[in-house]
Each structure stands twice: as C-alpha cells, then as structure tokens.
T-cell receptor, first 109, second 115 residues
Framework: DAKTTQPTSMDCAEGRAANLPCNHSTISGNEYVYWYRQIHSQGPQYIIHGLKNNETNEMASLIITEDRKSSTLILPHATLRDTAVYYCIVQGGSEKLVFGKGMKLTVNP | DTGVSQDPRHKITKRGQNVTFRCDPISEHNRLYWYRQTLGQGPEFLTYFQNEAQLEKSRLLSDRFSAERPKGSFSTLEIQRTEQGDSAMYLC?????????????FGSGTRLTVV
C-alpha cells in the first residue's frame, strides 16, 4: 500500500477554507485516496474518498491531481468543531486501512 | 440507527487479568473491524469479519487476543493475561460492504488501562 505524507500540523481561521494537502507519489492505479478525521477522544470519522475524479459531499471536497500523486482535502468554511487530526490514507484491495500519524488541524476563532 | 456502540467505554484492569470488549455494529452492516490505537499514533488494524467469518488477522493479534462474531451481529474482543503494553484504545468499525464503496463507521472506542 502506498505511503502518504502530510504536514504535522496546520492552523486555519474560523470561517475560512481549510486546504489540507497530502502527497502519495507512489500511488498505483487501483488505489483509492481516503480521508478520515479524529476528534479528541472519539473514533475516526469517515470524510470522503476518491479514485481519480474530484469528489464533493456535504462535509468536504477532495481534489486529486491528474497524475494522482497528491491530493487536497478542502473544508470550505472551517468551524471550531473541525479541529481534529486528519488522516490521508491510500489503499488498494485490502480491507484494512493503514493509518499514519495524520495531521493536526487547529481552527482558531 | 444509533451508530457503532462499544462497551465498556473505559476499563482498568490488573496485569494478568482477562478482559472482554463488546462491539455492536450498525444493524445490517456485514463487515466489522477491530483496530487498536496508542497515544499519539494512528489506529492499527487488528482483524475483520464479514458476517461471522473472520477473514483477516494482523500479526499484532497475538495468541492472547481472540475475536468472535458468532451470529454475524455483535463482536467481542478478548485479551487474556493482559500486559501493560496492551494499554490502548480499542476501536470497532463497521461497513455495509466493501470499503472501496463505503467508508467505515467507527465507534467511540474502549480505553483499556492495564496497571
């Protein structure tokens, strides 16, 4: 399974868009990009996933570059409740998700 | 639909004791997963079930660990002869089908402290 690289942490102002980057330069053709987040003392929460097209749902947008070597998760209007650890995961056929350490997003008032 | 439920939320046990955790997945989710998370780390996969069949186990799941899902509904994770290194958050997740099409829904976890 491909490895991902995320910044350790990031700050964002409340109400602004939060753009969370992820590099996955060794991704292979059948591997999906998944994003989860984990708010303190809770289990991870699924946000979105995609293969090669951009995806949008009620929580976020996922932008995947044409070469699929990187992606960006966009939270369009960050709120204080979006403060969490965000995990970018690249996974192929196996059912298990391999989480890294993720990136701590802090939304400031 | 009340989400994935885990019981207990917290467990403190003495080294050498056995503990059992329970997970109730979202009804009709046929896939159930167990993960373990230590402080400052992301969750690590332990095992997963499709209905009552245990289809994959991590090397992390030593012979002191056993998981069951007897009727394809709830699942239990038992740790025998607990060690201090077993202290962690144990997370359960469920999915209605392949992860490729659906994300997982995680429970809030059981935090185990071995003293």
């Amino acid at each position: 399974d491909a490895k991902t690289t995320q910044p350790t942490s990031m700050d964002c102002a409340e109400g602004r868009a939060a753009n969370l980057p992820c590099n996955h330069s060794t991704i292979s053709g059948n591997e999906y990009v998944y994003w989860y987040r984990q708010i303190h003392s809770q289990g991870p929460q699924y946000i979105i996933h995609g293969l090669k097209n951009n995806e949008t749902n009620e929580m976020a947008s996922l932008i995947i570059t044409e070469d699929r070597k990187s992606s960006t998760l966009i939270l369009p209007h960050a709120t204080l409740r979006d403060t969490a650890v965000y995990y970018c995961i690249v996974q192929g056929g196996s059912e298990k998700l391999v989480f890294g350490k993720g990136m701590k997003l802090t939304v400031n008032p | 639909d009340t989400g994935v439920s885990q019981d207990p939320r917290h467990k403190i046990t003495k080294r050498g004791q056995n503990v059992t955790f329970r997970c109730d997945p979202i009804s009709e989710h046929n896939r159930l997963y167990w993960y373990r998370q230590t402080l400052g780390q992301g969750p690590e996969f332990l095992t997963y079930f499709q209905n009552e069949a245990q289809l994959e186990k991590s090397r992390l799941l030593s012979d002191r660990f056993s998981a069951e899902r007897p009727k394809g509904s709830f699942s239990t994770l038992e740790i025998q002869r607990t060690e201090q290194g077993d202290s962690a958050m144990y997370l359960c997740a469920s999915s209605p089908g392949s992860r490729v099409r659906y994300g997982y829904t995680f429970g809030s976890g059981t935090r185990l402290t071995v003293v």
